[in-house]
């Protein structure tokens, strides 16, 4: 079974849309074909996200959560949050080091300007660094 640690970047696209690949990885995680990981702060982060949204926006983040079937890993150390900053911005610094310590192989994330770049992906060498769309095809290529 995949392994996905998810961004709140996907969460929140997953909260606006029910027909994107962002809500198909959800779907995933419910039916058990992955399992997908999230942490405290991006819960905190989706939350913050959509907080302008809507109340329907707000309702399909609590149903994803609580329905879902997402794992919440433990926060990273301080010192590893601290490190990362050298390599990607601060505020996803957290995001990538709870990834690196989950059991995730892909982080999946439309966050493209800050975890797609060489020296983010050079500090994670075991993470395939992903968009919704592109772990999607791959899963359905995966399975035929």
Do not use: W
Not at 32 to 56: C, H, M, P, W
């Amino acid at each position: 079974m995949k392994q996905v640690f998810i961004d709140s970047s996907v969460l929140v696209s997953a909260c606006r849309s029910r027909t994107g690949a962002s809500a198909a990885i959800l779907a995933l995680c419910k039916r058990g074909k992955i399992a997908g990981y999230i942490s405290r702060t991006v819960r905190r982060e989706t939350k913050k996200n959509i907080a302008a949204l809507g109340q329907d926006v707000k309702n399909r983040l609590n149903v994803y959560l609580l329905q879902h079937k997402l794992i919440m890993v433990s926060e990273p150390p301080a010192a590893d949050v601290v490190a990362l900053t050298e390599h990607i911005r601060e505020k996803d610094a957290p995001v990538l080091a709870a990834a690196l310590r989950s059991p995730a192989t892909h982080l999946v994330t439309l966050d493209f300007n800050d975890f797609m770049r060489p020296e983010v992906r050079a500090v994670a060498p075991q993470l395939i660094i992903v968009s919704p769309g592109d772990f999607v095809r791959d899963f359905i290529r995966s399975i035929d």
